[in-house]
């Protein structure tokens, strides 16, 4: 799209945004004009991680000033109610608005069935799924009283909300539930003019699967179940994220679900 910038002037938060998609996602935004507030866990690891985000940041807009000037952190669990409320708010003190929010931050750390402790069930369900709630609530909530009324709301989901895996029974079920959250806010909140809809990954290389594509014959059966050839990139979901923040291009998109995945699902037989 050379130098279009669909996102211009916008505002958007991103949650879990400084590795893996959320970090693609937010540098998309970035290129194509937005202003982004990030969330992150607020440990040192995710310190360091925005500090790499914010020089990337800084090479696209051309300087550092103006990279903080786009791009601001939120540390924050966003199992915790506040931690949506202060992200979101911050967005909107600092730009005036809030146009965009993808609620992406999860976890999923693979375990046998057997071996799934309550704890563990606990931990997944209010990173993935009771976070996405508390952010997407606090958004929903600044988009429905803002002027002129509404925005988008991207929740990243899985291919996992429409399939099982034999280490993943305490993950699915979130991601099967933030792509029912999708659906059932798209009813909710039209009448405010906001859009909700879902990215669902395939098998996208990230850090939770790293170990898994470092063995050889794992990854080449991976790779062989997918018709495009290839694992996915983190990059790969950010022209979708990008397509469903853009009202002109995706104005009439609500309760969708967007399957980035390279034709996986579909060949999984």
Known sequence: MGNVQ????KSAAITGGVTGIGRAIALSYIKHGSNVAMNHLGDPKSSEHFQTLLDEAAEIVGSRDEGENRLVEVPGDVGDPE???KLVKTAAERWG???????NAGICEFREFLDITPDLWNQTLSANLTGAFNSVHAAAVQMSTQSPRGGSII???SISALVGGSQQAHYTPTK?????????CACA????????????????????NEKD???EEKRRYMEGRIPLGRIGVTEDLAGPAVFLGCEELSGYVSGAQLLVDGGLFVNLQ
Do not use: H, W
């Not at 669909?6 to 002037?9: R, T, Y």
């Not at 608005?97 to 609620?103: N, P, W």
């Not at 099967?176 to 059932?184: K, R, T």
């Open 6 to 9: 669909l996102l211009a002037g």
């Open 83 to 85: 931690t949506g409320k």
């Open 97 to 103: 608005r809030l146009d965009v929010f993808v609620s």
């Open 155 to 157: 929740g990243i989901s």
């Open 176 to 184: 099967a539930g933030v792509l029912s959250l999708m659906q059932s």
């Open 189 to 208: 909140l039209g009448k405010y003019n906001i859009r909700c809809n879902a990215l669902l990954p395939g098998t996208i290389r990230t850090q939770l």
């Open 213 to 215: 594509l470092e063995q």
